[in-house]
């Protein structure tokens, strides 16, 4: 069964960081395919915040370029999310997930990150 939940978020003051998590099972296609964290605000589209690649190799939006940090753990079936710098437009309901040309379907409960100013 197919299970995506992410943990880490909170309130903090702006210019603040947080570590969110990604603990990912089900199976092996979130082991082989790159893998990405979006965040939702209130109002607010979904948005693609960051990419990571199996080999590694990153992408962000340039919003949050210099400021975020992605990274993954296969052998813990884990990714996440270093954030640094917050800024009150940061906040958003934060979740992993398969990139976005897998079309995916599924989603976790995702995690609430807000930032005060």
């Known amino acids: 069964q197919v299970r995506l939940v992410e943990s880490g978020g909170g309130l903090v003051q702006a210019g603040g960081s947080l570590r969110l998590s990604c603990a990912h099972s089900?199976?092996?296609?979130?082991?082989?395919?790159?893998m990405a964290w979006y965040r939702q605000a209130p109002g607010k589209q979904r948005e693609l915040v960051a990419t990571?690649?199996?080999?590694?190799?990153?992408n962000y939006v340039d919003s949050v370029k210099g400021r975020f940090t992605i990274s993954r753990d296969n052998a813990k079936n884990a990714v996440y999310l270093q954030m640094s710098s917050l800024k009150p437009e940061d906040t958003a309901v934060y979740y992993c997930?398969?990139?976005?040309?897998?079309?995916?379907?599924?989603w976790g409960q995702g995690t609430q990150v807000t930032v005060s100013s």
């Open positions: 997930n398969l990139d976005p040309i897998r079309n995916p379907t599924y």
């Open positions: 990571i690649t199996i080999g590694g190799s990153t």
């Open positions: 089900g199976g092996i296609i979130f082991r082989i395919n790159t």
